[in-house]
């Protein structure tokens, strides 16, 4: 499956912004989705999960309560809804296919397909 981030951009911080990941070639309802997070000098980190149907969401810590993870299996999209922005959520921030996982995964090794990443960057 080929998938296409967009959506990222620069904000202030407290502001919003909506990732939207956009897939083609496979059966996107097959896939549970994620959106990774990566600072240039740092591991690549886990933000978000949902699983095939949307029915099962999973944040990292540093984001619940600001984050919304969604899909639109008509659509073949999914979204990452950023409320309330920090500097620190500053990164290029990626989407991941999962094609094995039972419902999600917060793993990098379990997602077979990576988008090409979109910059995000909060000012504080």
């Known amino acids: 499956v080929q998938l296409q981030a967009s959506g990222g951009g620069s904000v202030q911080a407290g502001g919003s912004l909506r990732l939207s990941c956009a897939a083609s070639?496979?059966?996107?309802?097959?896939?549970?989705m994620g959106w990774f997070r990566q600072v240039p000098g740092k591991e690549r980190e886990f933000v978000a999960a949902i699983n095939r149907s949307g029915s099962s969401t999973h944040y990292a810590d540093s984001v619940k309560g600001r984050f919304t993870i969604s899909r639109n299996n008509a659509k073949n999209a999914v979204y990452l809804q950023m409320n309330r922005l920090k500097h620190e959520d500053t990164a290029v921030y990626y989407c991941?296919?999962?094609?094995?996982?039972?419902?999600?995964?917060?793993?990098?090794?379990?997602?077979?397909?990576w988008g090409q990443g979109t910059q995000v960057t909060v000012s504080s």
């Open positions: 070639g496979r059966t996107f309802s097959n896939y549970a």
């Open positions: 991941a296919a999962d094609y094995n996982s039972p419902l999600w995964s917060m793993r990098m090794l379990d997602y077979d397909y």
